[in-house]
């Protein structure tokens, strides 16, 4: 087990070192900003969004290792992903992150993101790893800015 949360603090580790879809996105059609005033987390997400699918999803702005590696592990799992399964991902992913609940049987896998369930442990860190992700459901329903306060 000890070898798995390593493997797992290493893939966040590489994230945050190195962003994937980090930097701005000309051809964006959605964009909302978000902000944790917690960490002070700050994130504004682009997607391309084409016949209900995401075709890319990048992410520009500064915060912790946790939601830097979140918004890379985020856009990675987005790209070529229909809408509505990106959002079945959002709840299982929240629910993986809060532990609130079991994450919904029905639904695409978690796959990669499966590394940020240790930050169950420190409430003030799932605001750190879910920020992305709430910044996605605002760019999704009329973009704007969400904060997680
Ligand atoms: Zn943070």
Known sequence: MSELRELYQEVIFDHNRRPRNRGPLPGANREARGHNPLCGDRITLRL???DG???EARFEGEGCAISTASASLMTEALRGRPVEEAEA???RFHALVTGEGQPPGEGPPLGKLEVLAG???FPSRVKCATLAWHTLEAALHGGGTVTTE
Do not use: D
Request: a positive charge; proline letters at 0%.
């Open 89 to 91: 991902l959002f709840r």
């Open 119 to 121: 930050v169950r442990a």
């Open 53 to 55: 699918v995401i075709r």
């Open 48 to 50: 391309q969004v084409e």
